[in-house]
């Protein structure tokens, strides 16, 4: 069975901007993970968070490919899973980006597994985070603008046991599967 993440969210925020925030360690560090991370083809870096059951907390990660401002590739190791992670981005309107996170490579069980929990984090992550970051850098005080990720709730909602399901009432979207 093969089933990647592949999550398309629109920023009210110019391409460069979101570029700035994914390809600097202190911006990355903000909105995702502690890191060690470089802006350059080929630096091996790594993400620390909280350890888990199978996962020792540390993700080592390589700058595969980088495209400025349009495209990057890292590989992402860490607990049961060997993926590859692309991003994305592309003008959405005066001012916007549109910006695709796709990860590949979750085999077996355990990486199913894992693509389950990282699936659950993705809309809190890419619909949250990283907008407030934006804002942020922005120098905005309104509320981040929501990202357009409307099937990770729906998923994460369809994969919840019926004793903790909610109804959706945000435009969050689940990982495209495949």
């Known amino acids: 069975m093969k089933a990647d993440i592949d999550v398309t969210v629109v920023y009210a925020h110019p391409v460069e901007r979101v570029w700035a925030a994914l390809t ?7 909105w995702l993970m502690p890191n060690d991370f ?16 199978g996962f020792d907390g ?13 495209r990057m590739v890292w590989s992402w190791r860490g607990g049961q899973i060997d993926t590859t992670v692309t991003f ?15 990860q590949t490579g979750f ?14 984090g993705y809309p809190r992550i890419l619909g949250q985070r990283l907008p407030a970051y934006l804002d942020q850098l922005a120098g905005a005080s309104a509320p981040p603008d ?3 990720c409307a099937e990770a709730e729906a998923e994460a909602e369809a994969e919840a046991p019926e004793t903790t399901r909610r109804k959706a009432i945000s435009p969050w979207h689940s990982p495209t599967s495949r």
């Open 58 to 70: 540390i993700v080592h990660c390589q700058v595969l490919e980088l495209d400025p401002p349009k």
């Open 24 to 30: 600097s360690a202190d911006a990355l560090a903000a």
């Open 146 to 148: 929501p990202a357009r």
């Open 107 to 120: 085999h077996g069980l355990g990486g199913q597994l894992t693509r389950r929990i990282l699936a659950g």
């Open 88 to 102: 994305t981005l592309e003008p959405a309107g005066p001012g916007r980006a549109s910006l695709r996170m796709h």
């Open 38 to 53: 470089e802006a350059s083809a080929g630096h091996r870096f790594t993400f620390r968070t909280k350890p888990a059951p």
